[in-house]
């Protein structure tokens, strides 16, 4: 911290005396040498911040360069995974319709082999009917024969 002594007040005609009084042989020199010490610190301290050498220069771009690379990549890597998510995403839904289509495939043919089987049955019973139907016709035709014979008669 500089060390400085506060300026004099300049009231309208007590300035110029006060300036005329003041003793600048002995102030001056003080103050040009903390003046000379605060500038030598801030010539320090804008060299060590402005200026590397050519060595640090090339690996401090080096480095960004790489940085830039590897942010990059890690971009790149999270849009993989969010897409890989989406993706894992859809084939499980897939996986559930395609778990699902097979329960309703499963039921369907479990329908067609019962209704097949309803149609045998069916067949059979059609069949049966109709062997009925032949033997009570026969015998419709038989008796009617006899109707007949015995209608032409004795």
């Excluded at 032949?134 to 032409?152: H, M, P």
């Amino acid at each position: 911290m500089l060390a400085m002594k506060p300026l004099p007040m300049l009231d309208e005609g007590d300035a110029r005396s006060m300036l005329m009084q003041q003793d600048w042989s002995q102030a001056l020199p003080g103050t040009l040498e903390e003046a000379r010490v605060a500038a030598d610190a801030l010539r320090g301290l804008v060299q060590d911040a402005v200026f590397l050498d050519e060595e640090c220069y090339s690996n401090a771009v080096i480095h960004t360069q790489y940085q830039q690379k590897l942010h990059a990549h890690q971009k790149q890597i999270h849009g993989l995974e969010n897409e890989t998510a989406a993706l894992r995403a859809e084939v499980e839904r897939k996986d559930e319709m395609l778990v699902a289509s097979a329960v309703r495939q499963r039921e369907a043919q479990q329908q067609i082999r019962e209704l097949q089987q309803e149609l045998e049955n069916n067949a059979v019973v059609f069949r049966m009917h109709y062997q009925e139907l032949l033997t009570r016709n026969e015998e419709i035709d038989r008796l009617k024969a006899v109707i007949e014979g015995l209608q032409s008669g004795p």
